[in-house]
């Protein structure tokens, strides 16, 4: 599968964001995808994960109420709607995606470019 990320802008504090990740190549839409971000000098970090069946979603400590993950209807693109963003959500976010919505945080096996965003104060 291949993952194609797009969206990520500079954006004032509290302002919001929408990132995309289109996927492509067989049995795509049958993939958790997910988005991680590593801020420079930081490790990277889970952000939100969202499944095949769009039922389940998980996400990040720091992101919990403030951004959604969903997904369309052909299930191969996948977004991250961010709100109330802060300057230490700056960041390259990066989509992923991988086989089980339990594991994704620590394996995923395909991954996309990452796409920059930065929140100024």
């Known amino acids: 599968v291949q993952l194609q990320a797009s969206g990520g802008g500079l954006v004032q504090a509290g302002g919001s964001l929408r990132l995309s990740c289109a996927a492509s190549?067989?049995?795509?839409?049958?993939?958790?995808m997910g988005w991680f971000r590593q801020a420079p000098g930081k490790e990277r970090e889970f952000v939100a994960a969202?499944?095949?069946?769009?039922?389940?979603?998980d996400y990040g400590d720091s992101v919990k109420g403030r951004f959604v993950i969903s997904r369309d209807n052909a299930k191969t693109t996948v977004y991250l709607q961010m709100n109330s963003l802060k300057p230490e959500d700056t960041a390259v976010y990066s989509c992923?995606?991988?086989?089980?919505?339990?594991?994704?945080?620590?394996?995923?096996?395909?991954w996309g470019q990452g796409t920059q965003v930065t929140v100024s104060s």
């Open positions: 969202i499944g095949p069946s769009t039922v389940r979603a």
């Open positions: 190549g067989r049995i795509a839409g049958s993939y958790v």
């Open positions: 992923a995606a991988g086989f089980s919505l339990d594991t994704i945080r620590n394996s995923a096996p395909y």
